[in-house]
């Protein structure tokens, strides 16, 4: 065997298809949100609690839920409503624009690293390449596709047009209510 070469064979996996984004839905987090808005207006009843306090638990309860389903579950049009949630918050509490904004900016930042959005922009990049996708049917077997570390990757321009989308409203209803405050004033 003095001449026989040592061969090696590296098993190189094919590189798996981008899984289908995460599904959440939309009807069952509209019940969920509307049962919250429920509770907490009867609560309000009950305890005789102020009515503009009341609708600011409420406003602030649509941004908790819908920014939590649009941070994690990567929905943008939960983000639309996480921002009519904070434009609501805006109109009640003016004062209080830059918390809010505050509020939406760590929404933001976790949209930065949430694996559903990673998940939704490679299936979206798959989709405009032609690569083949993760089959819907077939079998499925448990952590088929999932990396072997934990990996975070940063966005910035993810985390820029989270923002985009949660802070227009609010920012918009101030400066509604600022130009109808000017022009009631001006004489």
């Known amino acids: 065997m003095a001449g026989a070469a040592v061969t090696t064979t590296v098993a190189t996996s094919a590189p798996t298809a981008p899984r289908h984004p995460i599904r959440i839905p939309m009807t069952a987090v509209l019940l969920v949100a509307l049962a919250l808005v429920a509770v907490e207006l009867v609560a309000a009843l009950l305890t005789t609690?102020?009515?503009?306090?009341?609708?600011?638990?409420?406003?602030?309860?649509?941004?908790?839920?819908?920014?939590l389903v649009f941070s994690?579950?990567?929905?943008?049009?939960?983000?639309?409503?996480?921002?009519?949630?904070?434009?609501?918050?805006?109109?009640?509490?003016?004062?209080?624009?830059?918390?809010?904004?505050?509020?939406?900016?760590?929404?933001?930042?976790?949209?930065?690293?949430a694996p559903g959005w990673?998940?939704?922009?490679?299936?979206?990049?798959?989709?405009?390449?032609?690569a083949p996708l993760e089959p819907t049917t077939g079998d499925r077997t448990p952590g088929r596709g999932l990396p072997s570390r934990l990996r975070v990757l940063w966005r910035t321009d993810r985390v820029v047009a989270a923002f985009l989308v949660l802070a227009f409203p609010p920012v918009f209803v101030t400066g509604a209510l600022a130009f109808i405050t000017w022009t009631q004033h001006r004489a």
């Open 49 to 67: 609690t102020d009515l503009h306090l009341a609708l600011v638990g409420v406003c602030a309860t649509l941004v908790l839920v819908f920014g």
């Open 72 to 113: 994690l579950g990567a929905i943008t049009i939960a983000g639309f409503a996480a921002g009519a949630g904070a434009a609501g918050l805006v109109v009640l509490e003016p004062a209080h624009l830059l918390t809010t904004l505050l509020v939406l900016a760590v929404v933001a930042l976790v949209c930065g690293v």
């Open 118 to 130: 990673a998940r939704v922009e490679a299936w979206q990049a798959a989709r405009s390449t032609g």
